[in-house]
């Protein structure tokens, strides 16, 4: 079986440079030791090389279809996926015991979805939706609710969703009209239809519990007057026996990629007979839903990381295997022709996929290191963790997919004609990581949040958190004489964030629209800044390992290929945020491209 992740990556990741040993520390999470989740992540890496791995082309070539009837037909064998995720624990694992889960860190729970979606990427979304769902219902719903729905979905019998989007509304929740018409008792009559649902009613699950954002009648316009609803496809009676609720799924989406993964068109209420259950108080439901899909978006950024991962592996063992050519150097026509990795320029597309799904994965576990902490910690440093998550959050999602996405192009390249052919696996990570940049919002509604919302929360001190952690990676590096040079390009690129800033600010209180116009211009700046961090603390952890000459834990190649890797980045990559620092600094700003003329 082809390698699809690297096992050594992700302990080096957990053990070494973010230290889930710490969190282990905290009372939450007491329960645990290393040894003890390292198996579990071992585990997980033999179910995803038994169950999921040999299917990853075959759940491609045999997509998800609708069956003209109002239901799903998907691969058999996701069954069988979803049933051993959920016996093992990988769907319920991250709740707590109280809502029968094993209360583990984010840390360990998502290092096992990582090797999911590095192995199967048609899969882990249907066992991640579910998880998702189950908590937001485990957050803010009633005890009877969590009893009806939650043990069900962490069974793998039924399956959650989050139904958002609509027709005409798009990523615009504002302009949402799925309506609820009160019943009494809590519960509602829906009328709707929600489009691009994830996970939505195929026959690998008997059940679907559709958490739905829908305005009750009379509730005041825009966002403030959306509430959230439980509605399922079959009512859950107290007798146990299931009754059909009026939801129908009115097709499937085909896709590029993803295709094992059904995308769905639920129709709600088409004959008046749709029955929702209101989780908590009316008009919350999206700072509710938030929670789920801020925990979506890192799971996003996560999974772009982790098919960026695969594919970067691919086209490694390729080019490790097929001889083609001769160096530049060599003469001698009769000599036999060298390995393709050795060849400088896939060097420099094997090492430009290393640093992007690496540093993605780094970035990853950083945000997974923070949602720990605001679980298992109170007070200030509950606060400064969840600042810093808010910040990070739109990065993680942005940089994985969009970089992600470039990544696994160059795998494509890397193998030249055969990349482009179904013989090899890089061009269907290729389609399968395209949707990453447009899931739980598109590059450009990430960046709009990024500098509109979550740089200027609480005046800067996300932005502030973030600046101490980098200083202090800096300050780290400049100890070590291998990398005093690149903690000062470090320093440097930080510094220029602040510049870039200080030129936006003047414009925020006159026209939010020109502060926002380059939104994605300063994404790309502060990600290569972001990552440039995440890589320069490997190389902190690889470089004391080397100097001490300790390799109980990686050897010493492992450990200088961060080295290299990073110092490839700094040279390679992170140039690029001092390119857009001079685009976001140039004075000269169009101010007519609103004007429609002028794209005739």
Request: net charge neutral; with cysteine.
């Amino acid at each position: 079986m082809s390698r699809y992740t690297s096992i050594e990556h992700n302990k080096f990741l957990l053990q070494e440079v973010h230290q889930v040993t710490d969190i282990f520390s905290l009372p939450r999470f007491a329960h645990l030791n290393w040894e003890e989740a390292w198996m579990m992540i071992e585990a997980a890496k033999l179910l995803a090389d038994r169950d999921m791995a040999p299917y990853f082309k075959e759940m491609d070539a045999q997509p998800a279809l609708y069956d003209g009837n109002g239901g799903v037909k998907t691969h058999p064998q996701l069954k069988t996926i979803i049933h051993q995720a959920a016996e093992n624990g990988w769907i319920g694992g991250g709740a707590s015991f109280d809502h029968g889960g094993m209360q583990l860190p984010m840390m360990i729970f998502n290092a096992a979805q990582h090797i999911f979606m590095a192995a199967n990427n048609s899969c882990q979304g249907y066992f991640s939706l579910s998880a998702g769902s189950a908590a937001l219902i485990t957050s803010f719903g009633t005890q009877e609710q969590i009893n009806t729905f939650v043990p069900n979905i962490f069974a793998g019998k039924w399956q959650g969703t989050m139904a958002l989007t609509e027709p005409q509304a798009g990523s615009s929740l504002t302009d949402i009209t799925t309506s609820a018409k009160p019943m009494g008792d809590g519960f509602y009559k829906i009328k709707g239809q929600k489009i691009f649902i994830s996970g939505g009613q195929h026959e690998a699950c008997s059940n679907f519990v559709h958490l739905t954002l829908a305005r009750i009648e009379g509730a005041p316009a825009g966002v403030k007057g959306i509430s959230l609803f439980i509605i399922p496809k079959f009512w859950p009676e107290k007798d146990g026996t299931l009754t059909p609720n009026d939801v129908f799924c009115a097709g499937d989406f085909q896709k590029m990629g993803q295709r094992g993964y059904c995308t769905t068109h639920l129709v709600f209420g088409d004959k008046d007979e749709c029955k929702g259950w209101l989780v908590g108080e009316p008009h919350k439901g999206l700072p509710y839903m938030f929670q789920m899909m801020n925990e979506a978006r890192i799971s996003v950024g996560l999974d772009a990381a982790s098919v960026a991962m695969a594919a970067y592996q691919a086209s490694l063992q390729y080019t490790s295997e097929r001889p083609q050519g001769r160096l530049a150097s060599e003469k001698d026509p009769l000599k036999p022709p060298t390995l393709i990795i050795n060849h400088p320029d896939v060097q420099r597309m094997l090492l430009t996929q290393k640093a992007i799904a690496e540093g993605a994965l780094s970035l990853v576990m950083e945000c997974n290191r923070l949602s720990d902490l605001v679980h298992g910690t109170e007070g200030e440093a509950k606060k400064n963790s969840l600042l810093l998550l808010e910040l990070l959050t739109p990065i993680v999602k942005t940089y994985s997919s969009e970089q992600g996405s470039r990544s696994a192009s160059l795998a494509i390249q890397t193998l030249g004609g055969y990349g482009f052919t179904m013989d090899f696996p890089v061009q269907q990570h290729y389609r399968d990581l395209k949707i990453m940049s447009l899931y739980e919002g598109t590059t450009g509604i990430q960046s709009i949040d990024l500098l509109g919302r979550k740089v200027v929360m609480e005046k800067g001190k996300a932005l502030a958190i973030l600046g101490e952690q980098i200083q202090a990676a800096i300050q780290s590096a400049s100890q070590l004489s291998a990398l005093k040079k690149n903690a000062k390009q470090l320093e440097t690129e930080w510094t220029r964030i602040q510049q870039v800033l200080a030129q936006l600010s003047t414009f925020a209180p006159t026209s939010i629209d020109r502060y926002l116009a380059d939104a994605t211009v300063f994404m790309e700046q502060l990600s290569y800044v972001v990552i440039a961090w995440q890589w320069l603390k490997q190389a902190i952890v690889a470089q004391r390992n080397i100097d001490a000459g300790n390799f109980k834990n990686q050897s010493q190649s492992f450990y200088e290929g961060k080295v290299v890797t990073m110092k490839f980045f700094f040279r390679y990559e992170l140039t690029h945020a001092a390119a857009c620092a001079q685009t976001l600094l140039d004075e000269e700003f169009l101010t007519n491209v609103k004007k429609k003329e002028l794209f005739d």
